[in-house]
Each structure stands twice: as C-alpha cells, then as structure tokens.
C-alpha cells in the first residue's frame, strides 16, 4: 500500500468541500477543458449504526453512508457533476434521462447549473411527487409516458441516437465515473474497505460504480482488500435474483421498481467478482427497515434507501455474513467485521409513504390539560 503522506498529497484539498471532482479528479475523465459543473456534491456522512449493531448481536460494525446529504437528496448528483460537465465540454444544449425520480430531479438541477436544457421521461403515475416537484422546480421539460421506466428508456436511447442531446441516464459511463466516488470517500473514513458493501439495485449503475470505485482505490494501492458487495432488490422488482427481466415491476420502493436493469451484466460481474450475492426483500421488510432507521437510528430515507437494511437484517438472519467471511483468505482489520450500508436518497423524496404509515391524530381543544393526557396516554413510561 501506499503511505499515509502519499495518499494525503494525492487526494487532499485545502479550505473547503468543492465537490468530488476537484477530491478526486485525478480519478477522474475531467481534462483542463471541462467546465466543471457542481453543486459541490459528495462528501456525505458515514454514519455508525448502534442500534442496527445491537440488532444484530454486536456481531458485525455498521456503518450508513448517508448519500441524501447530496444537494439534491440522492447519490445521483456524484454521477450528474461528472455527465453534466462533459456535456457542456462537447457542447451541448440539452440532456435528456428517463427516470423513477431521483435521476429526474439531479439531473434538472445539474442543467440548470450549467444553464442548458433538461428534458426528463418519467412512466406516468410512477414518480414519487417529492422527485417530481424538483425537477419541475429547476425548470425541466416534463414528458410523461403511458408505460414503464424501461419503455422510457429505450426513448431516450432512440433520441440520443438521433438527436444531439446529452445521455444523462447511468448508461453514460461518465456517470458512473462519478459515482464511483462514493467507494473512495468510504475508504478514506475507514483507511481502508469494509468487509461487506450493501447496497439497492434497481438499475444497477450504483453497484457497477462502487465496485469499480473500490478496485481502483485497490490498483493504486490505497486498500488492501477488496469488499464483498451484495446488492439488495425488492421482491417485486428482482430481476437480477430471478435471472430474467420483470415485465410489470411492483415496489412500494419506487426508485428500484426497474424490471430490466440496464447495467445488469456489470452488476452480475460485481456480484461474482467479490463473492458477494443479490437478495430480494419484500415490501413489508423495506417498511420495517425504513421505520427502524428513522425511529432508532435518526435517518429519515425513502424506503428504496432502506433497502439496503432490510437485505443486511435478512442475510444476518441466514447466517450469510459467517459463512461469506469463512470462506475468505483475508480480510481488512482484525476486529469485528465491518459492513457499509448505502442509504440512496432522502426521505423527503417520497413523503408520502411516511404519511400513510404515520397515525395523525385528531386535534385537540387549545387547552393544557387536554395536551397533558394525550401526552400522558401515549407517553405515560417515559414522562413518569
């Protein structure tokens, strides 16, 4: 490995965040003739998860990378930064994604930075209104289509092949150069990579990204091993787990409701390269692992960004994590193993789905007393 002073000189900055390309440009395909385009994304918190480690027995150190901390509220924005600035490099006007809302709402927002036109293709009726509302808010052009994401895909793939617009789905590859820093940031925490990377699969450019990102940091010597990255579906969108694509996805975790992910042999690859595996998880174990951490853990995402939680809790209970470190020759620290959940995107994203499992009551006279026993009756435990 290199030594700590190298890894310093090589990727520190001084004053303050700018964003993950001016971190990390050297990794990246940004020459001296890209306008840099930024919001100064990236830099998101990782998180130790207690209560999840008591969950589990103290058997494993978790820790949450907390990517709706990015301007927009999602990951999305660490490959926008790079897509967008290419775009304005090659000149031009407008980009164009399709999108289940989060790569809508960076995507109008990276535009309007950079001041050209975005036009986004969204399934009608399938958008979470949180999502929606940013990208209407920065200005993009809306076009809602009868159909699925992947319908609205193969659009924006006819138009671009057409048209001079920029690709701004995670099929430009300089989108998942940009993602791939995530990887990074989570090495530079821990001074080094976690035992176990997890993380939601829907189209499946955040796990092609990661992995690329850690077996970079690898390459140049900057961590000794590399993760096992598990990628976590939900059940009714689990092409990957069931080996053929999903005509008709169903989620309450709208940002994976993918059926025919568009990086799928990439993250199959991820998967088998590191030894990881691909799980489903069901809707009811999306909603719990979302109240858990909103509830225990202070972390208000959308249930898509839970995902990753539920996949962590089901593969404790199987055993998974002994079983996958048995088989391992070796292994980043002598301590408990180490597992790195991605929580995708900000809970105000889809705010309806914390309203519809919130229980409101009903007003109360504008009296103390009347507060005082409807504090007392559901909170008598913990005020007495």
């Keep these: 490995m290199r030594g700590e002073d190298d890894m310093r000189q090589i990727i520190a900055i001084n004053g303050a965040w700018n964003g993950i390309v001016h971190r990390y440009r050297q990794f990246l395909p940004i020459t001296d ?10 830099n998101t918190p990782l998180i130790r998860a207690h209560a999840i480690e ?13 990517e709706g901390t990015n301007p927009t509220g999602s990951f999305k924005d660490r490959g926008m930064t790079v897509a967008v600035s290419k775009a304005l490099e090659r000149g031009h006007k407008a980009g164009i994604c399709a999108s289940t809302g989060n790569t809508s709402a960076s995507a109008a927002a990276y535009c309007a930075r ?6 986004i293709i969204v399934p009608e009726g399938r958008v979470a209104l949180g999502k ?4 209407l808010a920065h200005g993009a052009l809306l076009c809602s289509i009868k159909g699925g994401f992947d319908e ?4 924006v793939r006819q138009i671009c092949d057409s048209e001079n617009v920029a690709l701004l789905n995670s099929l430009n590859p300089e989108r998942l150069e940009g993602q791939k820093t995530a990887a990074f940031e989570i090495c530079d925490v821990l001074s080094g990579a976690p035992d176990f990377h997890i993380m939601p699969v829907g189209n499946a450019g955040n796990i092609t990204s990661h992995w690329m990102g850690y077996k970079e940091y690898f390459r140049h010597g900057f961590i000794s091993n590399l993760p096992i990255m598990i990628g976590v579906q939900a059940a009714g969108a689990a092409p990957l787990v069931l080996g053929h694509p999903v005509e008709n996805p169903e989620t309450i975790a709208t940002a994976i409701r993918i059926g025919n992910p568009a990086r799928w042999k990439e993250a ?12 489903a998880v069901t809707d009811d174990e999306i909603i719990a692992a979302y109240q858990l951490l909103a509830q225990k ?4 995402v959308e249930p898509a960004g839970a995902a990753s939680i539920a996949g962590l809790l089901r593969l404790y209970t199987e055993g998974y994590f002994e ?18 959940c991605v929580l995708t995107g900000h809970g105000l994203k889809d705010p309806q789905v914390a309203m519809r499992l919130a229980r409101l009551p009903e007003s109360l006279p504008p009296d103390r007393d009347a507060v005082m026993s409807f504090i007392k009756l559901n909170l008598r435990e913990q005020i007495s």
């Excluded at 950079?114 to 036009?119: E, L, M, W, Y």
């Design 114 to 119: 950079a001041n050209i036109k975005c036009i």
């Design 132 to 135: 929606l509302s940013q990208a």
């Design 323 to 340: 079983q996958a470190l048995s088989k391992r020759s070796s292994r980043n620290g002598d301590g408990k193993p180490v597992a790195v």
């Design 297 to 300: 853990e202070g972390l208000f």
């Design 268 to 279: 199959i690859e991820a998967r088998d390269e590191s030894g990881g595996t691909i799980v």
């Design 54 to 66: 008591k969950l589990l027995g103290h058997s494993l150190q978790v820790y949450l990378k907390y």
């Design 152 to 155: 609205a895909l193969n659009i």
């Design 33 to 42: 003739s890209t306008p840099i385009v930024t919001l100064c994304e990236g």
